[in-house]
Nanobody, 115 residues
């Protein structure tokens, strides 16, 4: 079994910052890419940021220059630093971890940005 524990969500005013964390534990032998997705109310779940094991990153156009994804391979943890938050960033943020064969999702953490 693999467990993903997310933390760091909350309520913040527009222009503020939050840092999300997602720690993987359990029977996971090798982690490849780690991802953050966002699901706004009534919308589909979309990729926000992705980081490979070697550290290569890519971002959704809407968050480029504001969000930074990083990872600590020794801790099997991925982070998402979110700056200059906008009300449009509101949603449930999910981490997804890609193993050798399977992929695993976190339970989600709510981020609410007030105007």
């Amino acid at each position: 079994q693999v467990q993903l524990v997310e933390s760091g969500g909350g309520l913040v005013q527009a222009g503020g910052s939050l840092r999300l964390s997602c720690a993987a534990s359990g029977s996971i032998f090798s982690i490849n890419a780690m991802n953050w997705y966002r699901q706004a109310p009534g919308k589909q779940r979309d990729l926000v940021a992705r980081i490979t094991r070697s550290g290569s990153t890519n971002y959704a156009d809407s968050v480029k220059g504001r969000f930074t994804i990083s990872r600590d391979n020794a801790k099997n943890t991925v982070y998402l630093q979110m700056n200059s938050l906008e009300p449009e960033d509101t949603g449930v943020y999910y981490c997804k971890v890609e193993g050798v064969v399977l992929e695993y999702w976190g339970q989600g953490t709510q981020v609410t940005v007030s105007s």
